[in-house]
């Protein structure tokens, strides 16, 4: 895909998580996100932000990554499935998008791992036959919450996948490679069951996300980054507070399984999709949006703002859940967004001054 292309491409994906993060204002009851022509997102929220934003996003990288014309498809198409979700496309006209995206995504998953096969990228493949999956629940019984478990286990074992091949350089440990195996199997076998609806599957699900806690903590590279500066510290205070949050969701599903609404429930999502996904998104971005858009690394010290803004907010989003706060809650889900927001916002500040300064001193980045 040429550059007007992916920017276009780019472009609507942002679009996607702003309207997916109304979406998600709107289900906390926030009547100041009913504005005009958006009444009717809220029951979106989950399927705007995994399929519509995260999904699309990786489909994006993925196809980058693999250099081949069709693969395109993917993002594009997802996208495509979310804004027939915000223009009210008629059911299944979005579902269906969503799902011919996974596919394509996946077959571009199966010939990573022809490619290169390992782990890593078994792990990765996965990941993608869990994505179609959730789409397939969510058509058949016409609800997200059968879904929700498949779509957890996409997005977990992606990131997984990730960092089982960086884990690659450093020292050889023996447990290194089964312990992952085994995480990954648990994940997989337990997001599938309880997306099927089988009664243990989340007890499951939740072991295996308890089990990828230790081996982040034991295995991961930020145990060395961490002792770093600058970006790659950055990255790993990013991760290790993700991680924190991932072990959590498994105490918390492990305790008290998945309802379908609630506080628990509120809980149990938010600790996954907000503490874990979203701060892998803060710590790769920076890392990431170079390779995809052909700039330099947007990092500054500044970033640690919005990344103190999401936990602290999701701190109190819990605090809220579990306490019975109303109030907390919905303070905590507002400040979540504005997280998000205020991390997109200094990212492409960033980006502009170091083009500018660039210009003035060509060679020296921002400091």
Same mark, same amino acid.
């Given at each position: 895909m040429m550059g007007a292309g992916r920017a276009v491409l780019a472009s609507m994906t942002a679009a996607t998580l702003l309207a997916g993060l109304l979406a998600g204002l709107q289900r906390l009851g926030l009547e100041a996100a009913f504005v005009p022509g958006t009444d009717l997102w809220g029951p979106h929220h989950g399927a705007l932000m995994v399929s519509g934003f995260f999904g699309t996003v990786i489909g994006f990288e993925r196809a980058a990554a693999l250099d081949r014309g069709w693969v395109w498809a993917a993002p594009t198409l997802t996208v495509a499935g979310a804004w027939g979700l915000l223009f009210s496309l008629a059911s299944p006209g979005p579902e269906i998008l969503f799902l011919m995206g996974s596919l394509v995504f996946l077959a571009g998953a199966i010939l990573s791992l022809r490619r290169r096969p390992g782990l890593d990228t078994a792990a990765l493949a996965a990941a993608a036959a869990a994505w179609p999956t959730g789409i397939i629940a969510w058509i058949a019984t016409?609800? &997200? *919450? %059968?879904? !929700? %478990?498949?779509?957890?286990?996409?997005? &977990?074992?992606? &990131?997984?996948?990730?960092? !089982?091949e960086l884990s690659r350089f450093l020292p050889p440990h023996p447990a290194r490679g089964p312990a992952a195996a085994l995480v990954a199997v648990a994940l997989l076998a337990g997001g599938l069951a309880a997306a099927a609806g089988v009664a243990d599957g989340i007890a499951l699900f939740s072991l295996g996300l308890l089990g990828l806690t230790l081996w982040l903590f034991r295995f991961d590279v930020i145990r060395h980054t961490l002792r770093q500066r600058g970006l790659p510290r950055y990255s790993a205070v990013c991760l290790a507070g993700g991680y924190l949050w991932l072990g959590f969701a498994g105490a918390i599903g492990l305790a008290? @399984?998945? %309802?379908?609404? @609630?506080? !628990? =429930?509120?809980?149990? $999502?938010?600790?996954?999709f907000v503490g874990f996904v979203f701060a892998m998104v803060f710590g790769h971005m920076p890392i990431i949006l170079p390779a995809l858009l052909g700039i @330099?690394? %947007? =990092?500054?010290? !500044? #970033? =640690? *703002?919005? #990344? #103190? $803004?999401?936990?602290?907010? *999701? *701190?109190?989003?819990i605090a809220g859940d579990l306490g019975g706060r109303d109030d907390l809650r919905r303070l905590g889900g507002t400040l979540n967004g504005a997280a998000v927001l205020l991390f997109l916002a200094t990212t492409a500040l960033i980006v502009v001054l170091q083009r500018q300064h660039r210009r003035l001193d060509p060679g020296r980045g921002l400091e």
């Open positions: 016409g609800l &997200i *919450l %059968p879904a !929700v %478990p498949a779509w957890a286990t996409f997005l &977990i074992l992606t &990131i997984a996948g990730e960092r !089982v008290f @399984g998945l %309802p379908d609404g @609630g506080p !628990v =429930y509120d809980t149990l $999502l938010h600790s996954l @330099g690394s %947007p =990092y500054h010290p !500044v #970033l =640690y *703002l919005p #990344l #103190l $803004l999401l936990q602290t907010s *999701l *701190l109190a989003r």
